[in-house]
């Protein structure tokens, strides 16, 4: 009798492995993969690894490749090596770069089976060549994976073929309890707070400028901003001369942001893009109400009025209505907020996107067959 299949050789490709959404995504699906079935490793193409004691603990070597800024022609050389010595059945990459290399050197190393991730909408972030050179990846690649229904449209429209295409949603981490008393300590002030990266497209200066209209309603409220970025300055400068200065907490990068998330009674997601965020599902997953810009995947997260608010992006005016409602009713925060829970727990949790990818891996095996995995 035959014994068991030996485990396929699966390669991850990403930058780096910062606590951020991607990377928090790539992490959590490679630790629930079952060790049997998959020989993971995992690749990054700088240095930086904020998840090394989780993977060293389920023997998940990471091995980076140093790339010194760009161009940098010598990591497709050392990518290729990589791959040559350890021979995947598949590859999986996520982001930009990450994807245009594993697509491109996995073809020039024949590997048998490329999958590469788009994480966010390419028409509202990139500039039209980048856009074009973001898509040469996807044409090399035998799958291309969206984690928003948003995403698989606006691909779609661009003309790549639906056979190729597949929705597997992020999934909702467990580590966020609702209950925690998290980083608000004892105070029972009303806090509201805004998880992410402190750049433009986050949309944190139309928070900022919402907030004095929130204060006049809720004087003792408090405003945390979690994370770092080019805007921190221009943020703070904002708050400054709107006056509120006094009531906005600029509390840096946390990782990960759980006790924040956990402990505020409002999370605001004011971005003027996303794909799938990972701060609203994981507020979601905490019980927590969150109010967020329609735009991109957030409406496959929050359904407006029964687990969450949703405003148009950019609307300062519209934020600022939508936290005072919220502030002013602590049953309409619960009830929105458990609703989340319901849905999180249902729609996003890290066994369906687990099984959902392992039926993308299972075509591995049968080339010219279609991927079919869950379309939420």
Same mark, same amino acid.
């Given at each position: 009798?035959?014994?068991?299949?030996?485990?396929?050789?699966?390669?991850?490709?990403?930058?780096?492995?910062?606590?951020?959404?991607?990377?928090?995504?790539?992490?959590?699906?490679?630790?629930?993969?079952?060790?049997?079935?998959?020989?993971?490793?995992?690749?990054?193409?700088?240095?930086?690894?904020?998840?090394?004691?989780?993977?060293?603990?389920?023997?998940?070597?990471?091995?980076?490749?140093?790339?010194?800024?760009? /161009?940098?022609?010598?990591?497709?050389?050392?990518?290729?090596?990589?791959?040559?010595?350890?021979?995947?059945?598949?590859?999986?990459?996520?982001?930009?770069?990450?994807?245009?290399?594993?697509?491109?050197?996995?073809?020039?190393?024949?590997?048998?089976?490329?999958?590469?991730?788009?994480?966010? *909408?390419?028409?509202?972030?990139?500039?039209?060549?980048?856009?074009?050179?973001?898509?040469?990846?996807?044409?090399?690649?035998?799958?291309?994976?969206? +984690?928003?229904?948003?995403?698989?449209?606006?691909?779609?429209?661009?003309?790549?073929?639906?056979?190729?295409?597949?929705?597997?949603? +992020?999934?909702?981490?467990?580590?966020?309890?609702?209950?925690?008393?998290?980083?608000?300590?004892?105070? *029972?002030?009303?806090?509201?707070?805004?998880?992410?990266?402190?750049?433009?497209?986050?949309?944190?200066?139309?928070?900022?400028? $919402?907030?004095?209209?929130?204060?006049?309603?809720?004087?003792?409220?408090?405003?945390?901003?979690?994370?770092?970025?080019?805007?921190?300055?221009?943020?703070?400068?904002?708050?400054?001369?709107?006056?509120?200065?006094?009531?906005?907490?600029?509390?840096?990068?946390?990782?990960?942001?759980?006790?924040?998330?956990?402990?505020?009674?409002?999370?605001?997601?004011?971005?003027?893009?996303?794909?799938?965020? +990972?701060?609203?599902?994981?507020?979601?997953?905490?019980?927590?109400?969150?109010?967020?810009?329609?735009?991109?995947?957030?409406?496959?997260?929050?359904?407006?009025?029964?687990?969450?608010?949703?405003?148009?992006?950019?609307?300062?005016?519209?934020?600022?209505? $939508?936290?005072?409602?919220?502030?002013?009713? /602590?049953?309409?925060?619960?009830?929105?907020?458990?609703?989340?829970?319901?849905?999180?727990?249902?729609?996003?949790?890290?066994?369906?996107?687990?099984?959902?990818?392992?039926?993308?891996?299972?075509?591995?095996?049968?080339?010219?067959?279609?991927?079919?995995?869950? +379309?939420?």
């Amino acid at each position: 009798m035959r014994g068991p299949a030996p485990p396929l050789r699966l390669l991850f490709v990403i930058n780096d492995l910062a606590r951020a959404g991607a990377e928090t995504q790539l992490v959590a699906l490679a630790l629930a993969l079952d060790p049997a079935r998959y020989d993971r490793r995992i690749v990054v193409l700088k240095e930086r690894n904020d998840f090394a004691d989780a993977l060293a603990a389920a023997g998940i070597p990471v091995v980076a490749l140093h790339r010194r800024g760009w /161009p940098d022609v010598g990591i497709v050389l050392r990518l290729w090596g990589e791959m040559r010595r350890f021979r995947p059945d598949i590859v999986h990459s996520f982001l930009f770069l990450g994807n245009l290399l594993a697509a491109l050197v996995g073809r020039l190393a024949g590997v048998h089976w490329i999958v590469v991730s788009q994480r966010c *909408s390419y028409d509202a972030t990139l500039p039209p060549f980048w856009r074009y050179v973001a898509r040469l990846s996807h044409r090399l690649a035998d799958c291309v994976v969206v +984690n928003s229904r948003a995403a698989l449209a606006e691909e779609r429209d661009a003309g790549f073929p639906s056979s190729r295409l597949v929705h597997v949603p +992020n999934a909702a981490r467990s580590g966020v309890f609702p209950g925690d008393e998290g980083a608000r300590g004892q105070s *029972s002030d009303p806090q509201v707070v805004a998880v992410g990266q402190l750049e433009t497209v986050k949309g944190h200066r139309f928070l900022v400028e $919402a907030w004095p209209t929130v204060r006049r309603a809720h004087p003792d409220a408090c405003l945390v901003l979690v994370g770092e970025g080019s805007a921190r300055r221009t943020l703070g400068e904002q708050a400054r001369r709107l006056g509120v200065a006094d009531s906005v907490d600029f509390a840096g990068f946390r990782s990960p942001a759980d006790a924040f998330i956990a402990g505020c009674d409002v999370l605001v997601q004011p971005s003027l893009t996303e794909g799938l965020p +990972n701060a609203v599902l994981e507020a979601m997953a905490a019980g927590r109400p969150v109010i967020a810009s329609r735009v991109g995947g957030v409406p496959e997260l929050v359904v407006d009025g029964e687990t969450g608010l949703l405003v148009p992006p950019a609307d300062s005016d519209a934020l600022a209505r $939508a936290i005072v409602v919220l502030l002013d009713d /602590p049953d309409l925060r619960a009830r929105l907020g458990a609703a989340g829970a319901r849905r999180a727990r249902t729609l996003f949790s890290l066994d369906a996107v687990r099984e959902a990818v392992e039926a993308v891996y299972g075509a591995a095996g049968a080339p010219s067959a279609a991927v079919v995995a869950p +379309n939420r």
